[in-house]
């Protein structure tokens, strides 16, 4: 943005646009039309419902223009972008749900696109969008939100949100936000503002899952970016490739394990209670439907109602069997792969407090969608760095490793 004299004592602004401009003003649309009009109370009125319909076909147009001009103007993007929009489109077709769709379209308009600004403006959209929402709660503008837990009749607050569980997802990935936009730049009145946060966030929504998340990750961030000074173990290189092989091969494990135990609940019986009857529906739900190469909906998604009360299903918690069953073998198999070596880009790239989101994500996938969710985990944007950048990325390493020698 420039200030230009026109002459006679006047100025005026001009505005040079570059065509990524086209997918982070998209980006930031398509989050405030999502989180304000499509995931809070104002989400339950017709007419709010129609501008975020219109909103988010704004974004796609913008994305749209974006992935034309990248196919005119550079003809090796054309294969990548086919094989991403037929994915997407195949996935949204057999599952019938939108929790990754979005995804699609900003894969498809990620050429020349850096994952550090998108962390840095989807930091502020949300915090802007998730800001909005709770303060129209608080003047009464909107449903504040009040309900009962189920089991233990505490009182919980929403916040503007559908429910306590969707403030609490927000909160987390909000923090997680903060903690890769600073990086290491956190200090440690910081850290305790966020701690401050989490008992706060405990004390409202009552959800044990996003606050314990929130707080197992925030001590590792704080190991992370402030050591105590006579105890470098963490910062020791041989310590920290144990841990990152340990992450890499960590989420391919949770999945096997969690599959396994969903077909055959008994395994952990014992333990049953500490998740909450999760397993024992997982194990209803692969009893109702079968393994499939592209999905299919589930429950509320496919509108069989019938079906729903014949079985007995409810909602279904574990990102990683809900990925399996609704969007299919395929998918799961690709997310499993871009997860694995987007810990292993990272860790080649010293990145390490992306790593720290990912395996938050990763943990969450067990007892939460929020995993597989595109607005409720920005680490889904991360496969850009795979998809587009790999060429930057192998140079910057080439670079790197003649320096040390």
Not at 227 to 252: A, E, G, Q, W, Y
Request: proline share 1%; with cysteine.
């Amino acid at each position: 943005m420039h200030l230009q004299n026109s002459g006679g004592g006047y100025y005026y602004f001009t505005m040079k646009l570059k065509v990524t401009d086209l997918f982070y003003i998209a980006l930031s649309g398509w989050v405030i039309a999502t989180v304000v009009f499509g995931e809070s109370a104002l989400a339950n009125t017709l007419g709010n419902q129609y501008i975020y319909s219109i909103g988010w076909l704004a974004c796609r147009v913008l994305l749209l223009a974006k992935t034309a001009h990248d196919l005119m103007q550079n003809k090796n993007t054309t294969t990548k972008i086919i094989l991403v929009a037929a994915l997407g489109a195949v996935s949204s077709y057999f599952s019938k749900s939108i929790f990754i769709v979005p995804l699609f379209w900003f894969l498809c308009a990620g050429h020349d696109i850096k994952v550090e600004k998108i962390v840095k403006i989807l930091f502020w959209s949300y915090l802007i969008s998730d800001s909005i929402v709770v303060l129209l709660s608080v003047f009464n503008v909107i449903d504040i939100g009040m309900a009962y837990k189920a089991v233990t009749r505490e009182t919980t607050y929403a916040l503007g949100f559908g429910h306590a569980n969707t403030l609490g997802a927000r909160a987390v990935e909000l923090l997680f936000l903060y903690y890769c936009y600073k990086q290491e730049r956190i200090k440690m009145r910081q850290y305790c503002f966020v701690v401050l946060i989490i008992f706060a966030l405990n004390y409202i929504t009552k959800s044990r899952t996003s606050v314990y998340t929130a707080a197992a990750m925030t001590v590792l961030m704080m190991m992370h970016t402030r050591p105590l000074s006579k105890n470098r173990t963490f910062h020791d290189t041989k310590i920290r490739r144990t841990l990152f092989r340990l992450s890499r091969v960590m989420v391919i494990v949770i999945a096997a394990f969690l599959v396994i135990v969903s077909i055959n609940p008994s395994i952990i019986n014992n333990n049953e209670v500490a998740f909450t009857g999760r397993f024992a529906m997982t194990a209803r739900y692969f009893a109702a439907y079968p393994l499939t190469l592209f999905g299919q909906p589930l429950a509320y998604n496919s509108g069989n109602y019938l079906l729903t009360s014949q079985t007995g299903l409810t909602t279904l918690d574990i990102g990683y069997i809900y990925l399996l069953l609704g969007f299919g073998i395929i998918i799961f198999i690709l997310f499993l792969y871009s997860e694995s070596r987007l810990f292993y880009l990272y860790y080649r790239q010293k990145k390490y407090v992306y790593i720290i989101a990912l395996l938050g994500y990763a943990i969450l996938g067990i007892a939460e969608t929020s995993m597989i969710r595109v607005s409720y985990n920005f680490t889904l944007f991360f496969i850009i760095d795979l998809l587009w950048n790999k060429q930057e990325t192998r140079e910057k390493l080439q670079e790197s490793g003649e320096m040390q020698q």
